[in-house]
């Protein structure tokens, strides 16, 4: 039992939310053995809607303005991770390409924005909580993941701070509801790129089973001093058109299929493509893959219009990887 001073009582709603969150921190130091392992969603209220009906009006909204193309039925996507008054509309050109009758299980990689490691890491919670509902972390494949001696346990303090993972989790509740499946969330690192073809080869086979999806988080060049990055090319014309110019060279090189080819456009460019070690690790899984696979992008937007170098924006892109017809598993096609 713990007990609270009056001085602790709430006189406003943000004082009911501080005094749940005291009284959750206290009892979970306690009880740890009886606390629920749940990632909570930390940026819900702020970088998206944290109200149920609000946030389910509102990609149900931006998937519906989605004409999905034809012939790409999705099993993999890659889709931006800023707050959603930003990118919300482009996810929805990833996620309206997604049949959930086909999956049972979604892997999430997602770049670490705050911890550094030469690795990739597995959350430390049983489940990812989101306004719409949770989702449980699939523990027969983390165990096998964990096996392989090649992956790290983030904490949850880790785990929580971490936004590139969390902004896709309302899209994919959203996308798979009335489906049973479980969750599987990976953070990668800044990895090298021998590191990338090794995960790469190791995450493969999953790819070749058609009942799981891959959800690749990346936002596209972060332009302006305070990303320390001012790449502009004048035959372009305006800022935002070089940057723009600069992404769709990046977009290219990706839907080759090669980490090669992104790997030199990198090394060209550097541009602060923030997931580009989830992008590469996945380009390395297709590598490694039994089934040939084709990406497509279908948008992409930029969260200001730069004409000015004082000026900054973050550009979000959404992309469509599908089974190319004849290489699926047996029934797939």
Same mark, same amino acid.
């Not at 713990?2 to 501080?18: A, N, Q």
């Not at 005291?22 to 819900?44: D, G, K, T, Y």
């Not at 702020?46 to 009906?53: C, E, L, Q, R, T």
């Not at 599987?184 to 990338?196: F, K, N, R």
């Given at each position: &039992?713990?007990?609270l001073p009056r001085s602790?009582?709430?006189s406003s =709603? &943000?004082?009911?939310e501080r005094?749940l969150t005291l009284c959750? =921190?206290?009892?979970?130091?306690a009880n740890?053995?009886r606390?629920?392992?749940?990632r909570?969603?930390?940026h ?5 809607k944290?109200?149920?009906?609000a946030?389910? !009006?509102?990609i149900s ?5 989605v004409e999905p193309?034809?012939?790409?039925p999705?099993?993999a996507?890659?889709?931006?991770? !800023?707050g959603y008054?930003?990118?919300g509309?482009?996810?929805a050109?990833?996620? !309206?390409h997604i049949?959930p009758?086909?999956f ?7 770049p ?5 490691s ?7 919670q ?5 306004p719409?509902g949770?989702m449980?972390?699939d523990?027969?494949v983390?165990?096998?993941?964990r096996?392989?001696?090649r992956f ?5 303090e880790?785990d929580?701070?971490e ?5 896709h989790?309302?899209?994919i509740?959203?996308t798979?509801r ?9 953070m ?6 021998e590191?990338?073809a090794? +995960?790469g080869k190791?995450l493969a086979p999953?790819?070749?089973?058609p ?5 690749i988080?990346s936002d596209?060049?972060?332009w302006?001093s305070r990303?320390?990055?001012? +790449? +502009?090319?004048r035959e ?5 058109e ?10 290219? !090189?990706i839907?080759?299929?090669?980490p090669?080819?992104?790997a =030199?456009y990198?090394e060209? +460019? ?9 992008i ?5 899984m297709?590598?490694?893959?039994r089934?040939?696979h084709?990406?497509r ?5 930029q969260?200001?219009r730069?004409t000015a170098q004082?000026?900054s924006?973050?550009?979000y892109?959404?992309a469509?990887v599908?089974?190319?017809a004849?290489?699926?598993?047996a029934?797939e096609?």
């Amino acid at each position: &039992r713990i007990s609270l001073p009056r001085s602790f009582l709430p006189s406003s =709603s &943000r004082g009911v939310e501080r005094t749940l969150t005291l009284c959750f =921190s206290l009892f979970r130091r306690a009880n740890p053995s009886r606390m629920p392992r749940v990632r909570r969603p930390s940026h819900a209220n702020s970088w998206y809607k944290g109200d149920a009906a609000a946030l389910e !009006a509102e990609i149900s909204k931006w998937k519906a303005a989605v004409e999905p193309l034809p012939g790409l039925p999705a099993r993999a996507i890659i889709g931006p991770h !800023a707050g959603y008054s930003y990118c919300g509309h482009v996810m929805a050109h990833a996620y !309206a390409h997604i049949d959930p009758t086909k999956f049972k299980r979604v892997f999430l990689l997602g770049p670490s924005h705050h911890v550094f490691s030469r690795k990739c890491l597995l959350s430390s919670q049983a489940v990812y909580d989101t306004p719409l509902g949770p989702m449980q972390i699939d523990s027969e494949v983390y165990g096998q993941l964990r096996a392989t001696g090649r992956f790290e346990d983030m904490d949850l303090e880790v785990d929580e701070d971490e936004h590139s993972l969390e902004l896709h989790t309302p899209y994919i509740v959203h996308t798979m509801r009335g489906q049973e499946f479980r969750l599987v969330p990976i953070m990668v690192g800044a990895l090298t790129g021998e590191a990338e073809a090794s +995960y790469g080869k190791l995450l493969a086979p999953y790819l070749d089973d058609p009942t799981n999806l891959f959800v690749i988080s990346s936002d596209f060049c972060h332009w302006g001093s305070r990303f320390s990055y001012t +790449y +502009y090319d004048r035959e372009q014309g305006q800022i935002w058109e070089s940057i723009k110019w600069l992404d769709q060279q990046g977009m290219r !090189a990706i839907e080759t299929g090669d980490p090669a080819a992104f790997a =030199s456009y990198q090394e060209r +460019y550097k541009n602060t493509i923030c997931g580009r070690h989830p992008i590469g690790l996945f380009l390395n899984m297709l590598q490694h893959c039994r089934t040939r696979h084709r990406i497509r992008f279908t948008q992409y937007d930029q969260s200001s219009r730069c004409t000015a170098q004082s000026h900054s924006s973050v550009s979000y892109a959404a992309a469509v990887v599908s089974v190319e017809a004849g290489t699926g598993a047996a029934g797939e096609d």
